[in-house]
């Protein structure tokens, strides 16, 4: 982690939090305290950018869109994945709690698109679910952490990557088309009604996004030569 974080302070790129520093410490814990029984335990504090603007979804409910808007926010999320790819952050998580706006005012589908001002914040750093807010207890169908989550993450096999974050983005791309998650099956882009109303190229997208395999899932460099992002 620290190597990634030393990138990510020199690293400057639209839609990338600016990591200003952080900061390292050893807390001595209570064994019987602490489910795990550890003596210690090593923390982490990063200094960056206070983005106060709300995350995607909750932009999502208050706003319409159409798939055009959700195309250019999947470019501009597989252009930051590629960009910390090719910096040498290889930990990335595109669950939609971590893509933030740094104010109420920084997002207007009529002056723009749903990528203005949108800022991925967790890459190299550990995510879990936050607490719920007020805001999701009225949506009690909000999906959980693992539900964002690639399978080979989902069961413990590999850590978080610009190959799991490429099914986080089909399952973001899903939820925002047809506002639901989809089933764990490779054809999941084709089962729901509503996918009848998207383009044909979209829906070719967001199902190799979904694969199961991640050797045979989309890659950012693929994506970026993919029809429909780039029309």
Not at 44 to 69: F, N, P, W
Not at 78 to 94: I, M, Q, S, Y
Not at 137 to 145: F, G, I, L
Request: net charge neutral.
């Amino acid at each position: 982690m620290r190597e990634e974080l030393k990138r990510l302070v020199s690293l400057r790129a639209p839609h990338l939090m600016r990591v200003r520093g952080w900061y390292e410490r050893r807390v001595l814990l209570d064994p019987s305290a602490n489910p795990w029984g550890w003596a210690a335990a090593h923390e982490v504090a990063v200094s960056a950018d206070l983005l106060l603007g709300g995350d995607l979804l909750q932009r999502a409910t208050e706003q319409v869109y159409c798939e055009a808007h959700v195309r250019t926010l999947a470019l501009t999320l597989v252009r930051a994945v590629e960009t910390l790819r090719e910096a040498g952050v290889l930990r990335v998580d595109l669950a939609p709690w971590t893509l933030l706006y740094p104010s109420s005012t920084s997002w207007q589908v009529e002056r723009g698109g749903m990528h203005r001002g949108l800022t991925l914040t967790n890459a190299c750093l550990g995510c879990h679910h936050r607490a719920p807010t007020a805001h999701h207890e009225r949506h009690r169908r909000a999906p959980s952490r693992a539900a964002f989550d690639a399978p080979e993450v989902r069961h413990g096999q590999q850590p978080r990557s610009a190959t799991s974050a490429m099914y986080t983005l089909g399952c973001l791309l899903h939820l925002l088309f047809v506002g639901e998650m989809p089933d764990e099956v490779d054809d999941a882009a084709e089962a729901h009604p509503l996918w009848a109303h998207i383009s044909a190229d979209a829906r070719a997208l967001v199902a190799g996004l979904l694969r199961r395999d991640p050797a045979s899932r989309l890659r950012p460099a693929e994506l970026l030569e993919f029809g429909w992002l780039t029309s």
